[in-house]
């Protein structure tokens, strides 16, 4: 690919797997609220934020809840998720991304985190990547999340590079459409067939290699 000198990484979904674990953590206060919660759902809370994703979890229960209300189940959902995050260690890098990330920076690459998680220092520092990359933008940082692309032009202009000259990788279709907005040139991983929104789908994190 022609002048891209900077490669702005989602984090759930794409550097780790803690999807599953926002998952448990949902699961677990939908059915202490006795509202239906299933991975389906789930996935549509993949690159969406907190309050946003309570708001699709509580579906038509939504107005049953005061403003206070919700920032009490969000925080109580953080909660549960955190005892989750707790267990991770180096060891939950895999070894494809650890590759991945070293061949990209050999390779003279500038690289950044652009993550709706508030969450994401504490997960990058508990798999060992605390100092890895040049940039973080992450939840703590924007006002709009995905699809808005407040988070990755963050990215982009931490990093001193334009959208045009930077490349997006993303799970989410929320993701997809963020890197689109801000006129950055987005891939995406989808192990089964093509995502129609990006411009290339690539299977796992390592074929990067191969596209760069
Ligand atoms: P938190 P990403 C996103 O991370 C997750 O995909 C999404 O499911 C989650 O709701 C969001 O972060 C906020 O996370 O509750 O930790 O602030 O995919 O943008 O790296
Ligand atoms: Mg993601």
């Known amino acids: 690919m022609n002048n891209i000198y900077a490669i702005i990484f989602d984090l759930d979904g794409v550097i780790c797997s803690t999807d599953q674990y926002h998952y448990l953590a949902w699961k677990a206060l939908a059915d202490r609220l006795g509202i239906y919660f299933d991975e389906e759902i789930n996935g549509q809370l993949r690159g969406?934020?907190?309050?946003?994703?309570?708001?699709?979890?509580?579906g038509k229960h939504s107005s049953d809840y005061s403003a206070e209300e919700k920032m009490a189940l969000a925080a109580e959902k953080n909660e549960i998720y955190k005892s989750y995050l707790a267990s991770i260690t180096p060891g939950d890098l895999s070894k494809e991304v650890r590759m991945t990330l070293h061949t990209l920076r050999q390779r003279g690459y500038l690289l950044a985190i652009g993550s709706s998680s508030k969450n994401t220092k504490q997960i990058l520092t508990q798999l060992g990547l605390g100092q890895f990359f040049d940039a973080i933008?992450?939840?703590?940082?924007?006002?709009?999340?995905?699809?808005?692309?407040?988070?990755?032009?963050l990215a982009a202009s931490m990093l001193g590079v334009s959208p045009e000259n930077a490349i997006v990788i993303e799970d989410a279709e929320s993701g997809i459409r963020a890197a689109k907005a801000g006129r950055f040139r987005?891939?995406?991983i989808k192990s089964d067939g093509n995502d129609p929104d990006s411009d290339i789908t690539i299977k796992s994190l390592k074929n990067l290699i191969d596209i760069l």
């Open 186 to 188: 987005a891939i995406g």
């Open 137 to 153: 933008a992450d939840g703590t940082m924007i006002t709009k999340s995905k699809p808005d692309p407040e988070v990755f032009l």
């Open 48 to 58: 969406v934020s907190r309050m946003e994703s309570l708001e699709i979890v509580l």
